[in-house]
């Protein structure tokens, strides 16, 4: 069965550091998301990209985040200069269409220090 | 308001029981409806999409009023391994998904 893959499952990271999250959505679906969830907190959306371009963000996804599809089976989050309060679980997932069920990959825990 | 809420529980019942959560969202615009489940320190994991005709999947029964603006699930003959975090999601048709914060439940044998 086709799923999402996520890497690296853990990231450490001292704070002011960029990092790079990676993700392989399932090969034919089209929306890619990223999520994030704060440990004790709900799920958080960050970014909706559809059609090589963003098409929604949420107040969290500031000037620090930027998301791209570099080619054709990768989908990376990075977080430019992280801060203490990045530390969280951030998901990626994706569907065929924008109404429909999404999947999500297993996560990657990233740590700031 | 929370746009989406739930009570977070916990609920213990015994092997076999049936348990029922129950979720509001507060805008009429939401066009579609899930249940996920969580385990801990795992991603959302997809259970059932939810239909206002009301669906079913085996043990698994969800249910729409969108005039009440209510989403439930019912587990029926909960198993040990039915133990975990259940999460209502609404889309409202852009893709964005919001989450509820989720409802505990722990089966115990």
């Known amino acids: 069965e086709p799923e999402v893959t996520q890497t690296p499952s853990h990231q450490v990271t001292q704070m002011g550091q960029e990092v790079i999250l990676r993700c392989v959505p399932i090969?034919?679906?089209?929306?890619f998301y990223w999520y994030r969830q704060i440990l004790g907190q709900k799920v958080e959306f960050l970014v909706s990209f559809y059609n090589n371009e963003i098409s929604e963000k949420s107040e969290i996804f500031d000037d620090q985040f930027s998301v791209e599809r570099p080619d054709g089976s990768n989908f990376t989050l990075k977080i430019r200069s992280t801060k203490l309060e990045d530390s969280a679980m951030y998901f990626c997932?994706?569907?065929?269409?924008?109404?429909?069920?999404?999947?999500f990959g297993p996560g990657t825990r990233l740590t700031v220090t | 308001r929370k746009e989406v809420e739930q009570d977070p529980g916990p609920f213990n019942v015994p092997e076999g029981a049936t348990v029922a959560f129950n979720c509001t969202y507060s805008n009429s615009a939401s066009q579609s409806f899930f249940w996920y489940r969580q385990d801990c320190r795992k991603e959302p994991k997809l259970l059932m999409s939810v239909y206002s005709s009301g669906n079913e999947d085996g043990r698994f029964t969800a249910q729409l009023n969108r005039a009440s603006q209510y989403i439930s699930l019912l587990i029926r003959d909960s198993k040990l391994s039915d133990s975990a975090t259940y999460l209502c999601?609404?889309?409202?048709?852009?893709?964005?998904?919001?989450f509820g914060q989720g409802t505990t439940l722990q089966v115990k044998p």
């Open positions: 999601v609404v889309n409202r048709g852009t893709g964005k998904l919001i």
């Open positions: 997932a994706s569907t065929g269409t924008s109404n429909h069920e999404q999947y």
């Open positions: 090969s034919n679906h089209l929306y």
